[in-house]
């Protein structure tokens, strides 16, 4: 079981019965399933800036062999917002911003390189889901 909490103005983010992923800190991802959501939030006492949060119990499918005998562990609790499937995409740092407001990226070829504009979309783990770019083409990152 993994207790976590959420911030109060994120609660609609999270329901009972999601599906959320677990990380380890030897990189492992588990699923787990929101068990429990508490219905009173709570402060943290030893930082007055903090937001209030709900408690969250968790219940894993499995636990990794590097964490069975601990009781105690910190792990990351990854929440999915949007889902985009087959999505093509690039790292951040590829994407080349223009002076008219569109983006693009500098795609290797044959010949050398070209700058083929492309349509950002959503963003995570240092990569953005893009249109405009022909899933596998090379790009370059500085």
């Known amino acids: 079981v993994v207790e976590s909490a959420i911030d109060v103005a994120?609660?609609?983010?999270?329901?009972e019965?999601?599906?959320?992923?677990?990380?380890?800190?030897?990189?492992?991802?588990?699923?787990?399933?929101?068990?429990?959501?508490?219905?009173?939030?709570?402060?943290?006492?030893?930082n007055p800036d903090a937001a209030p949060t709900l408690a969250v119990e968790i219940a894993l499918t499995d636990v990794p062999a590097s964490a069975a005998e601990l009781n105690?562990?910190?792990?990351?609790?990854?929440?999915v917002d949007e889902l985009a499937a087959g999505a093509t995409v690039v790292p951040v740092s590829a994407l080349v911003a223009r002076g008219d407001g569109t983006f693009a990226v500098e795609a290797v070829t044959t010949?050398?390189?070209?700058?083929?504009?492309?349509?950002?979309?959503?963003?995570s783990d240092g990569l953005v889901e893009v249109a405009g770019i022909q899933a596998g083409a090379q790009v370059v990152v500085p």
């Open 10 to 15: 994120d609660q609609e983010r999270i329901a």
């Open 17 to 46: 019965g999601d599906t959320v992923d677990v990380e380890f800190p030897d990189g492992t991802i588990v699923t787990g399933t929101v068990t429990d959501i508490a219905n009173s939030s709570t402060l943290d006492p030893t």
């Open 72 to 79: 105690e562990l910190d792990v990351e609790v990854k929440l």
């Open 111 to 123: 010949d050398g390189t070209r700058f083929v504009e492309v349509d950002p979309g959503m963003f």
